[in-house]
C-alpha cells in the first residue's frame, strides 16, 4: 500500500511517523524544510523529494535505530574526503517512495551542533502534518536554515531563486520575521558571517569574525568543482604510508560506492568503466587549481 503513495503524500506521512518515533522514546526533533517551509511561506511550492528532520544529536543514533526496526536502511555511498563534514543520514525504504534525511547539523551554523539545535529547540512550535502532530522551527530559524542552504551553492539557479524569494518575503514587513531575532540566532549559532550575504540584502553588513569561516568559504567556492580540491586536501593531511590506498580511491573508486553515487550509470562493466574515465579526466583537469588552493 505504501508503495502505490504519491511522493507527496509519503513525504507528508514520513514527517508524521518520525515526529510519533520520536515522542514516543523522549528524542527532540523538528520537522525542517520541504512542507515546511512552505506552510510557512518562505519559499513557493516545490516538489520535494526527501523528509527532512532535525534531531538532537546525542539521540541520533536513538532515532535511526527505531527507522531501521521499521525497514529503514542507510542509503549507500562512496566514501570520499568533503570539505565540510557529513551533517545527515539518508535512509530509504523498499515501499517508500521518498528518503528520510535525518540532520544532526545543518553547514553554516558554525557553533556546536548541540548548541546549534538547542537555539532551534528553543524557537520551536507545534504544526500538523498529514493530520499529525509535529515540531518545526519558527519562521526565523527556518529563514537562517533556507538562506544557509542556498548559500552552499550559490551557482545554482535554484539556490538563487530561493533566496530572492526570501530576501523579498523579509521585505515585506511580516511580523514573523524580526531582523533583531535573526540577529541573535546569527549570533548565538555562529552564523552571523556564513549569513553575511543574506544579512547584507536585508540592509544588515554583519561582521566576519568566525574562524570557521574559511571552509564555509572554500565550500561553495568550490561546489561547482567536484571533490578534488577535497581529496587534494585530503591527500596532504593523510600520513605518507597511508597516502597510495587513498590515491587509488580517488583515481579508481571501488564500483559499489560508485554506483550508489552515480546510478545514473549503466550496469554494463563498460558502462562503469566510461564513468570511471570520465570522473578521472574532469578530476585531472580540476587538479592544477586544486594544488594552488590552501
Given at each position: 500500500m505504501i508503495g502505490r503513495l504519491h511522493t507527496?503524500?509519503?513525504?507528508l506521512l514520513g514527517h508524521a511517523l518520525v515526529g510519533r518515533l520520536a515522542r514516543d522514546r523522549g528524542i527532540r526533533c523538528l520537522s525542517v524544510t520541504g512542507p515546511v517551509l512552505e506552510a510557512q511561506d518562505l519559499r513557493d511550492a516545490h516538489r520535494s523529494g526527501d523528509v527532512d528532520v532535525l534531531v538532537e544529536p546525542a539521540r541520533l543514533a536513538d532515532l535511526l535505530t527505531e527507522l531501521h526496526l521499521r525497514g529503514w536502511r542507510e542509503r549507500p555511498g562512496m566514501s570520499a574526503p568533503r570539505?565540510?563534514?557529513?551533517?545527515?543520514?539518508t535512509l530509504l525504504h523498499d515501499q517508500w517512495p521518498c528518503d528520510i534525511d535525518v540532520h544532526h547539523a545543518f553547514p553554516g551554523f558554525l557553533a556546536p551542533s548541540d548548541r546549534v539545535f538547542d537555539e532551534?529547540?528553543?524557537?520551536?512550535?507545534?504544526?500538523?502534518?498529514?493530520?499529525?502532530?509535529?515540531?518545526?522551527?519558527?519562521?526565523?530559524?527556518?529563514?537562517?536554515?533556507?538562506a544557509l542552504h542556498a548559500l552552499r551553492h550559490p551557482a545554482a539557479v535554484r539556490g538563487r531563486r530561493e533566496l530572492d524569494g526570501l530576501v523579498h518575503r523579509?521585505?515585506?514587513?511580516?511580523?514573523?520575521?524580526?531582523?533583531?531575532?535573526?540577529?541573535r540566532l546569527a549570533d548565538t549559532t555562529d552564523a552571523t558571517a556564513t549569513l553575511a550575504p543574506f544579512l547584507t540584502r536585508l540592509g544588515v553588513p554583519p561582521p566576519q569574525n568566525v574562524q570557521?569561516?574559511?571552509d564555509w568559504v572554500l565550500h561553495p567556492s568550490n561546489a561547482h568543482r567536484g571533490r578534488?580540491?577535497?581529496?587534494?586536501?585530503?591527500?596532504?593531511?593523510?600520513?605518507?604510508h597511508r597516502r597510495h590506498r587513498l590515491l587509488?580511491?580517488?583515481?579508481?573508486?571501488?564500483?559499489?560506492?560508485?554506483?550508489?553515487?552515480?546510478?545514473?550509470?549503466?550496469?554494463?562493466?563498460?558502462?562503469?568503466?566510461?564513468?570511471?574515465?570520465?570522473?578521472?579526466?574532469i578530476g585531472l583537469s580540476r587538479l592544477p587549481r586544486a594544488l594552488l588552493s590552501r
Open positions: 507527496d503524500d509519503a513525504i570539505i565540510l563534514p557529513l551533517h545527515s543520514v532551534l529547540w528553543a524557537r520551536r512550535l507545534p504544526a500538523e502534518l498529514a493530520g499529525a502532530a509535529v515540531l518545526v522551527a519558527d519562521p526565523v530559524a527556518n529563514s537562517a536554515v533556507l523579509w521585505s515585506s514587513g511580516r511580523a514573523d520575521l524580526s531582523i533583531d531575532a535573526l540577529l570557521a569561516y574559511a578534488t580540491l577535497a581529496w587534494v586536501r585530503a591527500f596532504r593531511s593523510t600520513p605518507l587509488a580511491e580517488a583515481l579508481w573508486p571501488a564500483e559499489s560506492g560508485f554506483r550508489a553515487e552515480h546510478p545514473e550509470v549503466g550496469p554494463s562493466a563498460a558502462a562503469l568503466r566510461r564513468a570511471r574515465l570520465t570522473r578521472l579526466r
